[in-house]
């Protein structure tokens, strides 16, 4: 069974921090390009951040300086570290893998976790 489980999610405060973590199992993400995706509902999934195999990252403009992706090979788990929590950052959030172009870019097309809920709220 190929799969990835989210956790880490939960109620936190505008200006608070969460560290989302996704498991895969049945396969290694080492040879993989991981991401982080987010949906609200009423609005359009969004990337907000992607780690390739080889280590290089993006992130959307809404997250960057706020939120950091990061992966151990080793525990075949990937994370995101999310600071400065603002209530437009509440969403489901998902990680997905993917393997085409060695890993290179973060698709959304092999892979999703099933989600795990981040609200900021006061």
């Known amino acids: 069974q190929l799969r990835l489980v989210e956790s880490g999610g939960g109620l936190v405060q505008p200006g608070g921090s969460l560290r989302l973590s996704c498991t895969a199992s049945?396969?290694?993400?080492?040879?993989?390009?991981i991401g982080w995706f987010r949906q609200a509902p009423g609005k359009e999934r969004e990337r907000v951040s992607c780690?390739?195999?080889?280590?290089?990252?993006d992130y959307a403009a809404s997250v960057k300086g706020r939120f950091t992706i990061s992966r151990d090979n080793a525990k075949n788990t990937m994370y995101l570290q999310m600071n400065n929590l603002k209530p437009e950052d509440t969403a489901v959030y998902y990680c997905?893998?993917?393997?085409?172009?060695?890993?290179?870019?973060?698709?959304?097309?092999?892979?999703w976790g099933r989600g795990t809920q981040v609200t900021v709220s006061s």
């Open positions: 997905t893998a993917d393997g085409y172009y060695n890993g290179s870019y973060c698709l959304g097309l092999d892979y």
């Open positions: 049945g396969f290694t993400l080492d040879d993989y390009a």
């Open positions: 780690i390739s195999s080889g280590g290089s990252t």
